[in-house]
């Protein structure tokens, strides 16, 4: 698969995404749609759900790049494809489902019982379009699930292929969904580190010649750049949850059918640590309610000198500056650092 119609994706993406996003951050800062950035000493009203705006991109890419596609083969400039991939589409109704979750709720909150239950659905889309393969496992190499199969009284027989279908892949998807979206509350940390681990998936799939069903995350990844650019310190827009779950369900829907299941946990490590982090806390928060210490709290404070002061470091994006005095844009760029050391390390893991 040649790399230049996914680059031509990636650069279509960006090129809406940069026209668009001036007129929507100004349009939804016109109807209010504006939520209070709490780590600025003004407190700051920047425009909100530019989630909406990455959809917008990522469809009107999608549905762009194919007419493009054809018009280069009938020139014979180019031997593009003229149609995208049966799991491309599967990706991109991932993406959807997740993103009017996200949408759901920045409006009435679900609550996080829902958030790990309901979205295990959304993956079906992408999990009916993939083919049944043999995993690697760390220490055990290939595994043969032909030899791990389940009677259940009622239903008949789980093979291990369909436990890995329809049980462990919609898990991770949602998952990874909700990592992302719990890794963020800092100007540009959510898209940033996001960006950062789409593009490394990105480069390996090109590193192994694997970009068949890549052209829904190239075009992903092209309004996220934009919308990042927007996004950075000091951000004029936010993501909502719409935009974080949204990527997120993309990140992990890209990692399932691209077979990156170790790879992408290890890109994924400082989210999984912040989510250990912030569990501990919630623990000790159940056992002793009443201590000072354990409250949850979801926001810190901004000294008069720019640093932060946050409330415990029970959270990653807390730990550098509850012990050290840093800036937001300080913290997040360690962040990026964090993350940009995993993904080198996720480049290396088979599978």
């Given amino acids: 698969m040649s790399?230049?119609?996914?680059?031509?994706?990636?650069?279509?993406a960006m090129g809406i995404s940069a026209v668009a996003a001036p007129w929507f951050i100004k349009k939804m800062r016109e109807k209010?749609?504006?939520?209070t950035d709490y780590y600025k000493a003004d407190k700051t009203e920047l425009a909100n759900n530019g989630g909406i705006l990455t959809l917008f991109v990522v469809f009107s890419t999608i549905i762009i790049a194919p007419l493009a596609f054809r018009i280069i083969f009938k020139l014979e400039v180019a031997a593009f494809p003229t149609e995208f991939t049966e799991i491309d589409t599967a990706?991109?109704?991932?993406?959807?489902?997740y993103a009017f979750y996200g949408i759901l709720d920045d409006y009435i909150d679900v609550g996080r019982a829902s958030k790990i239950l309901l979205p295990i659905m959304f993956a079906y889309p992408l999990v009916l379009a993939l083919s049944s393969w043999t995993p690697w496992v760390p220490g055990i190499g290939l595994l043969d699930l032909t030899q791990f199969n389940i009677y259940v009284s009622g239903i008949g027989t789980l093979t291990g292929s369909m436990m890995l279908k329809y049980i462990i892949l919609p898990v991770y998807i949602m998952?990874?969904?909700?990592?992302?979206?719990?890794?963020?509350?800092?100007?540009?940390?959510?898209?940033?580190?996001a960006l950062i681990v789409l593009t490394f998936i990105l480069l390996k799939s090109y590193l192994e010649s694997n970009l068949?069903?890549?052209?829904?995350?190239?075009?992903?990844?092209?309004?996220?750049?934009?919308?990042f650019w927007h996004n950075?310190?000091?951000?004029?827009?936010?993501?909502?949850?719409?935009?974080?779950?949204?990527?997120?369900?993309?990140?992990?829907?890209?990692?399932?059918?691209?077979?990156?299941?170790?790879?992408?946990?290890?890109?994924?490590?400082?989210?999984?640590?912040?989510?250990?982090?912030?569990?501990?806390?919630?623990?000790?928060?159940?056992?002793?309610p009443d201590?000072?210490?354990?409250?949850?709290?979801?926001?810190?404070?901004?000294?008069?000198?720019?640093?932060?002061?946050?409330?415990?470091?029970?959270t990653l994006k807390w730990l550098l500056p509850y012990y050290f005095r840093m800036t937001e844009s300080q913290v997040v760029y360690s962040m990026y650092v964090l993350t940009l050391v995993f993904c080198v390390l996720g480049l290396f893991v088979p599978g």
């Fill in 232 to 288: 950075k310190f000091p951000s004029k827009i936010l993501e909502g949850n719409i935009g974080s779950l949204a990527v997120g369900a993309a990140i992990g829907a890209i990692l399932v059918s691209q077979h990156y299941i170790w790879a992408g946990m290890v890109m994924l490590f400082p989210h999984i640590l912040n989510f250990l982090m912030y569990f501990y806390w919630r623990m000790m928060n159940q056992r002793k």
């Fill in 3 to 12: 790399v230049l119609p996914i680059a031509v994706t990636l650069f279509l």
């Fill in 291 to 314: 201590d000072p210490k354990w409250q949850i709290v979801k926001f810190g404070k901004v000294r008069e000198d720019g640093t932060l002061e946050v409330p415990n470091p029970y």
């Fill in 91 to 97: 990706i991109l109704m991932v993406i959807l489902l």
């Fill in 175 to 193: 998952v990874v969904a909700n990592l992302k979206n719990m890794h963020a509350g800092f100007n540009g940390l959510q898209s940033g580190t």
């Fill in 212 to 227: 068949d069903n890549m052209y829904t995350i190239a075009a992903l990844i092209g309004a996220q750049a934009v919308f």
């Fill in 32 to 35: 209010n749609q504006t939520v």
